[in-house]
């Protein structure tokens, strides 16, 4: 098959879009399926992407604007016909839309016009992050936007049951459940690592680990609460805007910047209990990577987590904003090594069989649905 993915952020920028285009490559590639990618232009970004399979894939850069107050994120402003040209030049069976917004929503339109199939992959709330952001007033416009991009896409695929529900109770058509795959040949308890451990935390001390962008949407000054727990070490992998404040408001917090590959691992497989604090999560593959390190996780009962925490089995959900029970269900884990080590054996056993290869497949089936229901009844151009 010819895929033609459009990533509305990309490469050197990494983030949950770029990491779940960038696992679809490689596994479709080492299939032998051809590949291209359409992202953002920006400053050291490379032409081809070299695959671990040795395979070169072409991406192709549009023209961009930095976004206002986050410099590494690229708004495309590429026009349609632009996009046209350029997904004609590949001739794809399939358009991949990954977190489409505006440079997604113009290569909707190209597909239509061309013919071409899409499967959009939702994975951003940006309803929800207008909100977080001070400017409510622009949730409606969004959802609006979102309406008007996903309803052109051949199908919609939601990762999780709260964001499907969500999608349809805001009017969008078509919408599949697809969630992540995690490589659980990567993340793994056998890579506890005792010389780091020593260096994160004394001997006496419980790790609560978080691992994602220090941004306000996800809510990390939330750990605040379990940063004076005696016994307590709380530790940040990550980068992003909101650093400094964290680091004046949890001066005890251990901050290890942006980790990853191996490292990444030996840090979550490190830790005691894995603390996602952030509201807006569509899926949350960091999640699904504590998991798969044996490490049980603890979040808010919102969005994409509410399937992947199976309450006192896995870990915990607690209400959002309640943070006493962010407090309590942390205490529960932390200060109970047996039940610790329980709930760590559950986690890893649940993900067990949501790899990339799985997922690749499953979508690859959405791929030949799309194609089909687009042979069938084409949708108006």
């Not at 590949?35 to 894939?57: E, H």
């Not at 509201?279 to 808010?300: D, H, K, N, R, Y």
Request: glycine share 8%.
């Amino acid at each position: 098959m010819r895929i033609q993915m459009v990533a509305e952020s990309f490469l050197p920028l990494m983030n949950g879009v770029t990491n779940s285009v960038l696992r679809l490559v490689d596994e479709y590639a080492a299939a032998g399926h051809d590949l291209s990618i359409i992202a953002p232009k920006q400053r050291g970004a490379d032409r081809f992407l070299r695959t671990s399979s040795g395979r070169k894939v072409r991406v192709r850069r549009v023209p961009s604007l930095p976004m206002l107050g986050y410099g590494d994120v690229r708004i495309a402003t590429t026009n349609v016909s632009q996009l046209r040209r350029k997904i004609a030049d590949f001739a794809p069976d399939v358009l991949h839309l990954a977190s489409p917004t505006l440079l997604g929503g113009r290569a909707v339109v190209a597909g239509q016009r061309l013919g071409i199939p899409t499967v959009a992959v939702y994975q951003t709330d940006i309803p929800g992050y207008t909100a977080k952001y001070g400017m409510p007033f622009l949730e409606s416009a969004s959802w609006q936007l979102l309406r008007d991009v996903h309803n052109r896409a051949t199908l919609t695929l939601a990762p999780s049951t709260a964001t499907r529900d969500q999608l349809k109770a805001h009017d969008i058509e078509r919408v599949h459940l697809w969630r992540r795959g995690v490589d659980t040949s990567l993340f793994s308890p056998r890579h506890r690592d005792a010389s780091l451990r020593a260096e994160l935390a004394s001997d006496y001390e419980r790790i609560v680990m978080y691992v994602g962008r220090l941004a306000a949407e996800k809510q990390v000054e939330d750990l605040r609460v379990l940063h004076d727990t005696p016994g307590v070490r709380v530790v940040i992998i990550g980068e992003g805007p909101e650093e400094p404040t964290l680091r004046a408001l949890m001066p005890r917090a251990r901050f290890r910047g942006f980790r990853s590959g191996t490292d990444l691992a030996r840090h979550l497989a490190t830790a005691d209990v894995f603390v996602h604090t952030g509201e807006l999560e569509t899926f949350c593959q960091t999640i699904q990577e504590a998991m798969a390190s044996g490490v049980p996780a603890i979040a808010p009962r919102s969005g994409g987590p509410i399937d992947l925490i199976s309450p006192s089995r896995t870990g915990w959900l607690y209400t959002p904003g309640q943070l006493d029970e962010l407090v309590s269900a942390s205490r529960d884990l932390l200060f109970d090594d047996a039940k610790r080590a329980s709930f760590g054996e559950a986690a890893l056993e649940s993900v067990r069989r949501r790899t990339w290869p799985v997922l690749a497949e499953q979508l690859m089936g959405y791929y030949e649905q799309a194609i089909q229901a687009q042979q069938l009844a084409p949708l108006p151009r």
